[in-house]
């Protein structure tokens, strides 16, 4: 059996923590530093922030929703889980690494399982310039932000800023406009998973921007370098017919 001990790690909705009791009753529990396989239960940001706090670790993550989109998640159920950890498929992904220079003179980095993006913060538009390799290819993008996504990300803010949903087993990152003004419509690239994108921010006293790695925001920030971290690897279990590449099938026919 691949899984003896079990870690148990919950959100702090109500319906998470009832389960993770249920669960504990019936399975035991370990702390997650001598667990086989952690299981956590929540929605997607819980998920998240579970990769992220136990990235230094090699047990893989299972979800089970408590939560309300479940996309990351398995169904949840109290019986037969050593049996549906046994029988789950493995997906790895790697994260995009972050690295934000403030106004205020400070480095900010940060890993993002999802996405990395910029966000105006105020009344009026950003203005961006990209670089790509060390090459600028668009110097002015007026918009309200834009983004840069893995493919296990690309169902999510990407997606709702109509980027395109990748496969998960493809070396491609997203570079997505959120509602760009100028050039209108440009809807962003399809990039190598070795590219390292450069934003540079214009005007950035009267146009301020912030970054967001996840659900980590970085304020008034004058560049933002991002490119794909291969020396780290997130490992998930889905049961079988549900993993990753499934549901982003199944997401486009939706």
């Known amino acids: 059996m691949r899984f003896q001990n079990i870690s148990f790690v919950a959100s702090h909705a109500q319906e998470a923590e009832l389960a993770r009791q249920a669960l504990v009753s019936l399975y035991g ?40 989109v479940g996309f990351m998640m398995n169904a949840f159920a109290l ?8 029988a789950a498929e493995d997906a790895s992904i790697h994260p995009l690494r972050m690295s934000a220079q403030t ?35 668009m110097a002015e993008l007026v918009c309200d932000g834009a983004l840069v996504c893995t493919p296990a990300g690309s169902t999510a803010y990407n997606y709702s800023a109509h980027g395109p949903i990748l496969p998960i087993g493809a070396d491609i990152l997203a570079l997505t406009a959120i509602s760009a ?11 190598p998973i070795r590219a390292r994108v450069r934003f540079e921010v214009v005007e950035d006293e009267k146009r301020p921007v912030a970054a967001t790695a996840d659900g980590l925001e970085v304020r008034d ?11 780290v690897v997130h490992h998930i279990l889905f049961d079988p ?9 199944r997401e486009q026919f939706a």
Not at 52 to 66: I, S
Not at 221 to 230: G, H, K, M
Not at 241 to 249: D, K, Q
């Open 221 to 231: 920030v004058l560049s933002v370098d991002i490119q794909s971290e291969p020396d």
């Open 103 to 137: 106004r205020a003179g400070e480095t900010r980095t940060a890993l993002a399982i999802n996405e990395v993006s910029m966000l105006r913060m105020g009344p009026q538009a950003a203005k961006l310039r990209i670089f790509v390799d060390g090459r600028e290819r």
């Open 181 to 191: 003004f100028r050039p209108r419509r440009w809807r962003g690239a399809l990039l």
């Open 29 to 68: 529990d370990c702390a997650v530093e001598e667990a086989d396989v952690i299981v956590a239960l929540g929605g997607d940001g819980f998920m998240l922030q579970t990769l992220h706090d136990t990235e230094h670790l090699r047990a893989p993550v299972y979800g089970m929703n408590r939560g309300t």
């Open 79 to 86: 019986e037969d889980l050593r049996a549906r950890l046994e």
């Open 241 to 249: 017919g549900h993993g990753l590449e499934e549901r982003l099938i």
